[in-house]
């Protein structure tokens, strides 16, 4: 395979701010471009805002939403999507301004301002807006406005803000995401930019012959102009504005995966003895059709350690060896001790392989063997630590998506771990793939969630229906839905499954228990329980709603008791019967 070129995104970025005829700018401009990973992973963020002139304090409002959010924006976890990620930091800010301005100047407009973000990441455009500054973009000669002004016209003269940046602590800020060309050219700018500029005479200037956009002098050349023609135009407020181009499109993500994966041979089989970049191998402890798991010893510090190596006849596998690497991305962004921790090396590798930590113990599977119909007292902290092991994966916006006793690991000192990363599924990786109709289903028969089967894309919920299915497995020794599902199944056959009560099969389940495995397993995931938390809190303690709707038959709850009940009663009617016929 050719290498592939080292393509990534790359902008010329030129900006202007004045204060205009006004006393003070409460106007503020901002961008970071990171040139490192891992804050390339969170993609290029541009932005302005324009305090609120009758705000007490809106210069101090715009500034503090600019440096507040680029910081807090390259401080979150990578694997969060920018909506999320953007989201979250927003509705911090808004209500840091809305307390500030009441509680400092006493005023419902003590802190306000504008706020317009666009976020580059890979090939698409995130944009956040609220206010009246805007984005427009050029593409082929057209000038588009990507943005809507929040404004409430009183009259033809009047008008004024009705959304922004701390007015209320509901924030209702728009949300849009567009994919981008090379050579496109976004523009942001307040409103003493574009109130006095027509639309056709900021595309005359944007397209001007007089220079090509190609580098960041040039675009700060047509940002003056630009505010030059707007203040000669009698603009009456601060001139801020800020141009992009795109002069460079990084590849599709997988190819970016692809290229890093060629770029290192798989590794020989290895045998006990032999040495890997410092790695001492004692012994194969597992090989199969893909992949062969070693122990092994670091030379240096003499830690015991796990090597996982990719089959060599996968070689040529470009989708194998893209989710042999997704396996060590997502892995080393947890760290939890419900969870298997992957080592990280300062060497870089000579060969395609990862390194885990080594746990002495047995898998949930074989725990199960040995312990058919475990006290419950018992299965409760295993359910446990595996939630918190779910919640760290959900934290982080990922989803496992093949949880199931063979990927848990039950150590020697009885602490449980999620193991297996190759089915996960990241939300900020994910946003930056092509979507395609014909998504692979990773994970495993019976354990998987319905919507995988039926095509659709699962949440936090997905990962609950198989927390559920292992939960009920463990309580009763059986699937709860007394037979294997079809990997082709239908919504009919899903909704055709009768789920067996646990009463059925271990009288010691009480009823409450059962009701919330019941309701995690519900085939509709609206119906769920909104978090694995929220689950395994229904697991420790009595919901009444459960009480409530549990009605069992006592003949099926208990048949012993009845049937002992019925023979009592049977004797002590015939012992009255003898009495009468013998008197």
């Avoid at 992957?342 to 392989?353: A, E, R, T, V």
């Avoid at 995988?452 to 198989?466: A, C, K, T, V």
């Avoid at 995931?525 to 009444?544: A, M, S, T």
């Amino acid at each position: 395979m050719a290498k592939l070129m080292n393509k990534k995104l790359e902008i010329s970025l030129g900006s202007y701010s004045d204060k205009g005829v006004k006393a003070d700018n409460d106007d503020c401009l901002g961008f970071l471009i990171p040139d490192k990973h891992p804050l390339r992973n969170k993609g290029i963020v541009v932005a302005i805002a324009d305090g609120m002139s009758s705000s007490e304090a809106g210069k101090e409002a715009s500034h503090a939403c600019i440096s507040g959010f680029i910081n807090d924006y390259y401080s979150t976890p990578d694997s969060w999507t920018v909506k999320s990620s953007s989201q979250k930091i927003l509705s911090a800010l808004n209500s840091w301004l809305y307390s500030r301005g009441h509680t400092d100047y006493q005023s419902a407009r003590g802190m306000v301002t504008t706020l317009t973000l666009l976020i580059l990441k890979s090939t698409t455009a995130h944009i956040f807006h609220i206010g009246d500054s805007r984005i427009y973009r050029l593409r082929d000669g057209e000038l588009e406005q990507l943005t809507r002004d929040h404004r409430f016209w009183v009259s033809d003269e009047k008008n004024y803000l009705n959304r922004a940046m701390g007015i209320d602590l509901h924030l209702d800020i728009d949300y849009r995401k567009v994919p981008l060309e090379q050579d496109d050219i976004f523009l942001l700018s307040t409103d003493g930019i574009h109130d006095f500029i027509t639309t056709k005479s900021l595309k005359e200037i944007l397209t001007s012959s007089s220079s090509n956009l190609c580098d960041t002098d040039l675009l700060n050349q047509k940002c003056l102009k630009i505010a030059q023609l707007a203040s000669s135009n009698q603009s009456d407020d601060n001139l801020s504005l800020q141009l992009l181009k795109i002069e460079n499109l990084p590849l599709p993500e997988e190819e970016e995966v692809l290229q890093t994966a060629h770029e290192l041979p798989f590794p020989p089989p290895l045998e006990p003895g032999m040495i890997l970049d410092g790695y001492r191998i004692i012994k194969e402890i597992h090989a199969s059709k893909r992949t062969q798991i070693y122990k092994a010893q670091q030379q240096k510090t003499k830690q015991t350690v796990i090597l996982k190596t990719p089959s060599i006849n996968y070689q040529d596998d470009e989708y194998f060896i893209e989710q042999f690497l997704h396996e060590e991305w997502a892995g080393k962004r947890i760290d939890s001790p419900y969870v298997l921790k992957i080592i990280s090396s300062k060497k870089k590798p000579h060969s395609l392989y990862y390194v885990t930590e080594f746990l002495e113990g047995i898998t949930l599977r074989e725990w199960m063997q040995k312990n058919p119909l475990p006290p419950i007292e018992q299965v409760l902290p295993i359910i446990e630590q595996i939630t918190r092991g779910l919640r760290a994966f959900h934290r982080l916006e990922m989803l496992h998506q093949d949880l199931k006793p063979e990927n848990i690991i039950i150590t020697s000192e009885g602490k449980v771990k999620i193991i297996d990363f190759g089915s996960v599924k990241i939300a900020g990786i994910n946003e930056m793939k092509k979507q395609t109709s014909d998504e692979i289903i990773l994970g495993t028969v019976n354990y998987s969630a319905p919507e995988f089967y039926l095509g659709q894309s699962g949440d936090e919920r997905s990962d609950l229906y198989s927390l559920a299915v292992i939960t009920y497995e463990l309580l009763n020794n059986h699937l709860p839905f007394g037979k294997d599902m079809s990997e082709k199944a239908t919504y009919r056959q899903l909704s055709q499954l009768q789920y067996v009560a646990s009463i059925h099969l271990n009288p010691m389940v009480p009823n409450w228990m059962d009701g919330a495995i019941q309701k995690a397993l519900s085939l509709d995931i609206k119906v769920r329980q909104e978090d694995v938390f929220e689950f395994l809190h229904d697991l420790q303690h009595p919901n009444p709603h459960f009480l409530k709707t549990s009605a069992i038959p006592l003949i099926e709850r208990n048949p012993m008791l009845v049937w002992r009940s019925l023979s009592i009663v049977s004797l002590i009617l015939n012992l009255i019967l003898f009495y009468l016929l013998a008197t």
